[in-house]
């Protein structure tokens, strides 16, 4: 008999997880399920489309044992029970089955789709607003996780006592969607990371940089390719430049040089490259000069200056996982680099699905997305899921959605300003090892 992929058919008939499967067309999960290394004809517990929908279970309930969160959300195959426990073991076997390409790729669906959505009052004079950053998740410390993913160094000859997962993601700013991301080992560079989706920045935006992603080559990049894709970044310490025309007293377009080593690299870089450059004043009295694609005739400098501070939006994005769905979590769960892969590429598609639901509640109650508050809406979400699964049929999914957009669009902020505050350093670094029994602080 021929083996074959995990049986299609009766994708309608999942576990009713209404506010994934609105979300997320079958078509999409049919597509991803087809990239699962594994083929069988057995049927199985825990087949990989009721697994893909583990793995999203699993960013939602942290702190739960992952056979308890399958239970919860009344995740088997069609026909045995419900109520029965699973092995722990199984259900690793499961993920392992799986993998962590459906996942990536399910995730990338989302980003590519829902990232370019766009709301009332969404752009910025006709711009998408997009941001660039990293960040780093730690994962369990063991022989596998550390050969692969690595760690940073201390003061002393020691590493850190946790491996390092690097994240690069491209988000959008107004919506708060993570339209795409790379992960890698710690030792990979950022910039480099993100060179990989830089090709895929939608037309008609401007993306945001930290001034650790400065690189000609990455920026040129951007701009000369698509329609209208500009960037913003903050200038390079001791950058030297030639001025060629001055705006006003605050905004000047410049030439710089191309550096040999980029040049090395990518020979159809050109000698020299030019960029506008405004200074602005911060709140905290500072002085910051910020370079920019944009055209000076179509963006006064003003606009200009005050629109790098939404820069910090991609890092809201990273607290928001980080503390509200990872419940500030020491490491990640998985021990293994396949299902590590797996649970992170779970959490962005599971963020993705709580950021789009947030944001199609305030379109339908006439607000704005970033105005909904992101750990509210989660743990309302995450509530409301685990009563659906037990309850009501599938026919009245349509309606339990609309109920469920109505109760997140009362979870909104108010109109107010968000407060200026300098970065701060929270935790200094220590020569001593952490103690890895002891639990996070609440």
Request: proline content about 5%; charged content about 25%; glycine content about 4%.
């Amino acid at each position: 008999m021929q083996a074959r992929l995990f049986d299609l058919d009766d994708l309608h008939s999942f576990s009713d997880l209404s506010t994934f499967t609105q979300n997320i067309p079958i078509e999409w999960v049919e597509s991803a399920l087809h990239l699962a290394d594994n083929a069988t004809i057995r049927r199985r517990r825990l087949p990989a489309d009721q697994v893909l929908w583990l793995v999203l279970g699993m960013a939602l309930f942290r702190n739960e044992p992952v056979a308890e969160v399958a239970r919860r959300l009344n995740i088997c195959a069609q026909g045995l029970a419900s109520d029965q426990l699973l092995a722990a073991s199984g259900v690793s076997k499961a993920r392992q089955r799986l993998g962590c390409a459906p996942v990536e790729w399910l995730f990338r669906q989302t980003g590519a789709t829902w990232g370019r959505e766009r709301y009332p009052g969404d752009d910025w004079q006709g711009l998408q607003v997009l941001a660039v950053d990293g960040a780093v998740l730690r994962t369990p410390d063991t022989p596998e996780l550390r050969a692969h993913f690595g760690s940073g160094n201390t003061s002393t000859a020691r590493q850190t006592p946790y491996p390092m997962m690097r994240v690069v993601a491209l988000m959008n700013v107004r919506s708060h969607v993570v339209l795409d991301a790379q992960l890698s080992p710690y030792r990979h560079n950022e910039m480099r990371l993100a060179a990989d989706f830089i090709d895929r920045v939608p037309d008609h935006s401007i993306t945001l940089f930290d001034k650790g992603f400065w690189s000609a080559d990455l920026l040129c990049r951007l701009a000369d390719q698509g329609t209208a894709r500009h960037w913003l970044i903050p200038a390079r310490k001791n950058v030297v430049t030639e001025t060629l025309e001055t705006y006003n007293d605050h905004d000047r377009l410049v030439r710089m040089r191309v550096s040999p080593q980029a040049q090395r690299k990518n020979p159809a870089l050109p000698e020299t490259w030019t960029a506008r450059v405004v200074d602005t004043v911060t709140d905290q009295g500072t002085l910051r000069t910020i370079l920019t694609s944009l055209p000076a005739a179509d963006y006064d400098t003003e606009a200009v200056a005050a629109l790098y501070d939404e820069r910090w939006e991609i890092e809201v994005g990273f607290r928001d996982i980080k503390s509200a769905l990872q419940h500030n979590a020491l490491t990640l769960r998985s021990k293994t680099v396949v299902l590590a892969y797996q649970e992170v590429w779970g959490l962005l598609l599971a963020y993705n699905v709580i950021r789009r639901e947030a944001s199609q509640a305030a379109l339908a109650h006439g607000v704005d997305p970033t105005r909904i508050r992101f750990k509210f809406a989660y743990q309302y979400i995450a509530a409301q899921l685990i009563v659906m699964a037990a309850a009501q049929p599938l026919s009245k999914t349509g309606a339990r959605l609309s109920e469920l957009r109505a109760g997140v669009a009362q979870l909104c902020l108010d109109h107010r300003s968000r407060p200026g505050r300098p970065r701060a350093v929270k935790m200094s670094k220590t020569r001593y090892p952490v103690n890895k029994q002891a639990s996070p602080l609440k």
